[in-house]
């Protein structure tokens, strides 16, 4: 088992910037790959960026350019730097771990975390 905690959600002005952490612990080494999805009320849930275990990041169109997920491997930790934030990225952000294709392919990750809310006022 995985376990995921995150921390760093909030309430921001548009424009402004936050930062998202995951931590995992447990059976790390079973998974391959880490990522954030979110979930706007009354919307579906969508992979926002994912990151392997070698450092190959992608990410949904709406956030290119100002959205970077990393991970620093030594603290099993990965990162959202979310900047230039809008309205429309006000969501529950859901870190998740597993195997690259449970996370992009089939997007039913093995791990989730409990979510953490962001809300970007206009």
């Known amino acids: 088992q995985v376990q995921l905690v995150e921390s760093g959600g909030g309430l921001v002005q548009a424009g402004g910037s936050l930062r998202l952490s995951c931590a995992a612990s447990g059976s790390i080494f079973s998974i391959n790959a880490m990522g954030w999805y979110r979930q706007a009320p009354g919307k579906q849930r969508e992979l926002v960026a994912s990151?392997?275990?070698?450092?190959?990041?992608n990410y949904v169109d709406s956030v290119k350019g100002r959205f970077i997920i990393s991970r620093d491997n030594a603290k099993s930790t990965v990162y959202l730097e979310m900047n230039s934030l809008k309205p429309e990225d006000t969501a529950v952000y859901y870190c998740?771990?597993?195997?690259?294709?449970?996370?992009?392919?089939?997007?039913?990750?093995?791990?989730w975390g409990q979510g953490t809310q962001v809300t970007v006022s206009s």
């Open positions: 990151i392997t275990n070698g450092g190959m990041t």
């Open positions: 998740a771990a597993g195997s690259w294709k449970s996370i992009v392919v089939v997007r039913t990750p093995n791990y």
